[in-house]
């Protein structure tokens, strides 16, 4: 069963056993659709906390909304954050626990409580942090382990709130190596990391990452080619000094130079390709950004537990034999 509501923006009048102020509405499941009277520009607190029915704020985009308080949406079903960008402050716990919220764009306010999206474990993403503000409340996305990207420029923020139960990412798993989303991380650490990570996600930075792989592979070839030459050296001097002692010695081929190893493994594919090719058939996943030849076969070895020996072509080489 379904219902919509009119909300005109009445205080709560009972309070629970903590002293929470309980909304018009909490708890009531049947809630879908909300229509806000004339005049009224403040959600109140715990209006629609536990609204298991609402899954949008649709209703807000023609509203004079300006204030979302405390509690107002915690718990609720809401699956998605957007038209929200005439609201100017979200208070404490506003959206706190909406395990089914995906995504939150376009944020235009000044002002926002502490847990404003703590534990909203699905969250994926943070899109359009709004300039206004500088610090990221205590908090703020505490516990949110489905977060992966921050699609937004954080280079205005300077903060991130922490307290004695942790910074505003604490808990964010996905989205900060093991040492950051622990709760007694540096807040400033973690901020650097943010703000690296979300310049990467532009296309400045996807373009910086582009030219770095490009720059490493770079390096890579020539290591590969200086290892052949001084091998190609190291014979013809072997071979020299046969000679002048009057000495025969074996005749061995010479062996073949990392080009033509790769070319046999690459099957005509770039480096790049290979490079894909390889981290997707051997480590099952698309290789990261950057990855280069070298570090693949770096990871190649740590999997599955042997060393690489040799020159950086016979360790190709070995790479192509065993997988």
């Known amino acids: 069963m379904s219902k919509a509501v009119v909300y005109r923006g009445a205080d709560p009048t009972e309070f629970d056993e903590d002293g929470k102020p309980v909304g018009e509405w909490e708890n009531d499941k049947e809630v879908t659709g909300v229509t806000i009277a004339d005049g009224v520009t403040e959600i109140k607190e715990a209006a629609f906390h536990r609204c298991k029915g ?23 079903g809401l699956a998605s954050l957007r038209g929200v960008e005439g609201v100017s402050k979200f208070g404490d716990f506003a959206f706190a626990n909406c395990k089914d919220l995906r995504t939150i764009e376009g944020l235009g306010c000044e002002e926002m409580g502490h847990s404003c999206f703590a534990w909203c474990t699905l969250l994926q993403s943070m899109k359009g942090w709004p300039a206004s503000l500088t610090v990221i409340p205590v908090l703020c996305f505490y516990g949110c382990a489905g977060m992966t990207t921050v699609d937004c420029d954080i280079s205005h923020v300077t903060s991130i709130g922490a307290d004695v139960d942790g910074h505003a990412f604490a808990g964010c798993t996905s989205l900060l190596p093991p040492s950051l989303s622990k709760k007694d991380a540096d807040p400033a650490a973690v901020l650097a990391h943010l703000k690296r990570k979300a310049f990467l996600e532009t296309p400045a930075g996807a373009a910086e990452l582009e030219n770095a792989a490009r720059a490493a592979e770079d390096s890579l ?25 009057g000495k025969k010695g074996t005749q061995q081929a010479e062996p073949a130079d990392w080009r033509t190893e790769f070319q046999r493994y690459s099957r005509g594919k770039s480096l790049k390709e290979t490079v894909a090719e390889l981290h997707v058939s051997v480590l099952g996943a698309d290789p990261p950004p950057g990855a280069n030849l070298l570090a693949v076969m770096e990871k190649i070895e740590a999997e599955f537990g042997y060393v690489g020996t040799g020159t950086v072509g016979e360790r190709i080489n070995n790479v192509r034999l065993q997988f």
């Open 54 to 76: 609402l899954t949008n704020l649709s209703f807000l985009k023609d509203s004079a909304i300006t204030i979302i308080g405390s509690y107002a949406f915690s718990v609720s």
């Open 221 to 245: 070839l020539a290591e590969l080619d200086a290892e052949d030459a001084a091998k190609k050296e190291g014979k013809k001097k072997k071979k020299k000094k046969k000679k002048a002692s």
